[in-house]
């Protein structure tokens, strides 16, 4: 835990804050009477041991720039759903769109792995020192969401989505806000790279490996960024 991450129900006096559970498991471990901390949705600072389970805080920075992206994702495999969200969390990823897909098994939506994504992009806050939660949203429902919503999400941003067969190469160092689509493994289907082309997406190629979701996803965005 690289961040002691509050919530305003933790608070019970104005700089005062009470932890417990895991959060306390941690910083037992670490072994410090003193850590980062910041609260959710605010800013950052540092926190020091005054009682059981009490901390004092000293708020005095911002949290780190979000990353100038909107992530379009397949859903992904259920095992691996929270590391990808995590990891997107932790790059400063603000805006998450999980979205059906032709090769996306319908047992998918039924995880209760979706239940957990806030739990998630916690851990991927306090890795990265950020307080700044994502918005997570997610759509059942490819062809409407393509048609009625996407473009103008995109607006204003370079919009691009990540295919194995694509003949032009993922740009570098994009130096505007980009929205980025990225399948499932194996990619998407012929047709739907046809509905992102009529939604204003250029397809782009990493290369010639197919990587699964959890690789993909950092590789594209360190690339463009």
């Known amino acids: 835990m690289n961040l002691l991450l509050l919530f305003p129900e933790d608070f019970i006096g104005v700089t005062r804050a009470r932890v417990d559970g895991r959060r306390l498991d941690e910083i037992r471990r670490i072994g410090s009477d003193t850590l980062r901390a910041g609260v959710v949705g605010g800013q950052l600072g540092t926190a020091r041991i005054v009682a059981a389970g009490e901390v004092e ?7 780190p720039p979000p990353l100038p992206l909107t992530l379009v994702l397949a859903l992904p495999r259920p095992k691996v759903l929270g590391r990808v969200i995590a990891g997107a969390t932790s790059m400063g990823i603000k805006r998450i769109f999980l979205i059906n897909a032709w090769r996306v098994e319908k047992s998918y939506w039924k ?14 806050l306090e890795q990265a020192r950020d307080t700044i939660m994502p918005r997570i ?23 691009l989505v990540a295919h194995p067969g694509a003949g032009e190469p993922c740009p ?40 699964r979701v959890e690789t993909a996803v950092p590789a594209l965005v360190g690339r463009l960024f």
């Open 137 to 159: 949203e997610t759509r059942r429902f490819f062809l409407p969401f393509l048609e009625d919503e996407l473009p103008s999400i995109a607006a204003g941003t370079l919009p």
């Open 57 to 63: 805080v000293v708020l005095d920075s911002d949290p």
């Open 172 to 211: 570098r160092d994009a130096n505007r806000p980009v929205t980025l689509a990225i399948g499932p493994e194996g990619g998407f289907i012929a047709e739907e790279i046809a509905s992102y082309e009529r939604a204003g997406f250029r397809p782009v190629s990493f290369g010639r490996r197919i990587l």
């Open 111 to 124: 995880s209760p792995k979706l239940a957990t994504l806030r739990d998630h992009a916690i851990l991927g």
